[in-house]
Nanobody
């Protein structure tokens, strides 16, 4: 069992930056792939970025490539999402998720956090 708690969301102007954190409980965090998804009002949850257990593989959605960076600190049981050059289209609730092997489809993830709101004003 893995419990996930996101933090770091907020209101930022376009062009600004935020760093999201996702703290995980459980001794097996380092064996899980982690991912960030987001969901805007009226839209389906969409993949943002993922990272495998040791950070060696980090796929990104095309919409965030070059602007967002996912990373993890297994000693702290935490995964991060550094978001730069934010755009109003990035406004959404951001969720972190965990599963044994890396995937980019939200339906394949077993564990979810409660989400953190990111709002980018123009």
């Amino acid at each position: 069992q893995v419990q996930l708690v996101e933090s770091g969301g907020g209101l930022v102007q376009a062009g600004g930056s935020l760093r999201l954190s996702c703290a995980a409980s459980g001794r097996t965090f380092s064996s899980y792939a982690m991912a960030w998804f987001r969901q805007a009002p009226g839209k389906e949850r969409e993949f943002v970025a993922a990272i495998d257990w040791n950070g060696g593989h980090t796929p990104y959605a095309d919409s965030v490539k070059g602007r967002f960076t996912i990373s993890r600190d297994n000693a702290k049981n935490t995964v991060y999402l550094q978001m730069n050059s934010l755009k109003p289209d990035d406004t959404a609730v951001y969720y972190c998720a965990a599963r044994p092997y890396i995937r980019i489809t939200f339906k394949e993830y077993d564990y979810w956090g409660q989400g953190t709101q990111v709002t980018v004003s123009s």
